[in-house]
């Protein structure tokens, strides 16, 4: 399957829509999930087109994975989480939903379960302020 530039994702890495932005540079935008899996939930979207990992140029996924690493300890530092979850799903039977590749940063705390995978719309406030928190601890 080919890369269609009018994902949701696409929308955002050109200013047509909004997002709680966490940090941008050359390579990548970071902004916080609305609908999380945990408080903190976090993703890392290179700006170079593809569906996925599989599509993916090796040279972007080498420039960003180092972003990815201190976007991690950015959000373990601003959120206290006791560990954290690194996800990225491709295609649809493996639970992909927007195609545009994303790097999924999941805090994870002690004794609470993760939520489900894109589905409880976060409170905005609460979103821009841990976007700020997540960007001072970069
Ligand atoms: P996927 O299922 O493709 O791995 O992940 C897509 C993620 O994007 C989901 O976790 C979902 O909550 C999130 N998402 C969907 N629409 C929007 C949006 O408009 N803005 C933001 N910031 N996240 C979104």
Redesign the pocket.
Known sequence: MSYDPSN?FAK?LNGE?P??KVHEDEVALV?????PQSKGHT?VIPKAPSRNLVDADPAVLSTVMPLVQRVARAVVAATGADGIRLAQ?NEAPA????FHL?F?LIPAYDGVALGA??TGRADDAELAMLAKAIATKL
């Open positions: 949701i955002i829509l997002c709680h902004m916080m999930d609305i609908f993703l799903f639970g992909q939903t927007v994303h999924h995978h894109a």
